[in-house]
């Protein structure tokens, strides 16, 4: 959906809509006299293009801090837009007066242009930018699914069906083992860490939580951590990573052999 709509808009710009709007004035005739100053219009209005649906499009839409920066890029922009205008030409049967205040016809073309160019990209980023935030909000739910599918699948085929009994809030609480994410030490107690519903707080050890476990189904990788073997990703010499577990668990030296 991105390639098609961005793509097509570019192309709409280039080969289309920047060339009719620049047709409308007389830049045959323009070229003929001063080919330099309409070579470097073009160009510029095509750079002002993709500068502001690249980079200014992104900087309005990403917040109160960026949104200044892209007014400070706007600023930049016409300044050199303004400077270009004030560039001395003249061309044959051309009126020419002292008013500071009067444009010629090559001036109006350029902050014309200018304008339509500046108007055109902005409305074009913006939908960008949309598009691309939407796209990046499916592939991440796509992403959450897959895990969630791949723990689910792990866990059926470990620990489905099983549970321990621990001690919270002075009341026995049942844990399911397939829904356990990790096991955190705090001081005397144990936190564990479950998908889809609050933490528990168990008034026992990681030691006493690891004996009622079932052997080879979690294991300790730390003083302060118990996993479950059905969802380790990946494993380094110092870290653990877990499906569904963004941040990396550490790996103590004296549990390494835990991991064999």
């Not at 095509?46 to 900087?59: G, K, M, P, S, V």
């Not at 200018?114 to 108007?119: K, P």
């Not at 096991?183 to 005397?188: A, G, L, M, P, Y």
Request: net charge neutral.
């Amino acid at each position: 959906m991105k390639l098609n709509t961005e793509h097509a808009a570019d192309l709409l710009f280039c080969l289309l809509a920047l060339p009719l709007m620049i047709l409308v004035f007389p830049v045959e005739e323009w070229a003929g006299w001063h080919a330099s100053f309409v070579v470097t219009m073009v160009l510029w209005l095509y750079f002002l293009y993709f500068i502001h649906r690249e980079y200014t499009a992104a900087l309005l839409t990403g917040g109160k801090k960026k949104f200044a920066y892209a007014l400070v890029l706007l600023f930049l922009v016409t300044a050199v837009t303004f400077l270009m205008s004030l560039r001395e030409i003249s061309f044959p049967n051309e009126i020419r007066t002292d008013s500071p205040s009067r444009l010629y016809e090559h001036q109006q073309a350029l902050w014309v242009l200018y304008i339509g160019v500046t108007a055109y990209s902005l409305a074009v980023g913006v939908l960008s930018q949309k598009i691309r935030r939407i796209e990046g909000e499916r592939r991440e739910e796509e992403h959450e699914a897959d895990t969630r599918s791949a723990i689910e699948s792990r866990a059926a085929q470990a620990v489905a069906g099983e549970s321990i009994t621990v001690t919270a809030g002075y009341k026995d609480v049942t844990v399911p083992l397939a829904g356990i994410q990790f096991i955190e030490s705090r001081n005397n107690y144990a936190c564990i860490h479950l998908d889809h519903q609050e933490d528990i707080v168990t008034q026992t050890t990681l030691k006493s939580l690891l004996e009622q476990l079932p052997e080879g189904k979690f294991i300790r990788i730390h003083r302060s951590y118990i996993v479950p073997v059905h969802r380790i990703e990946a494993k380094r010499a110092t870290s653990v990573k877990l499906i569904g577990i963004d941040t990396p668990l550490p790996v103590g030296r004296a549990h390494k052999e835990n991991l064999k």
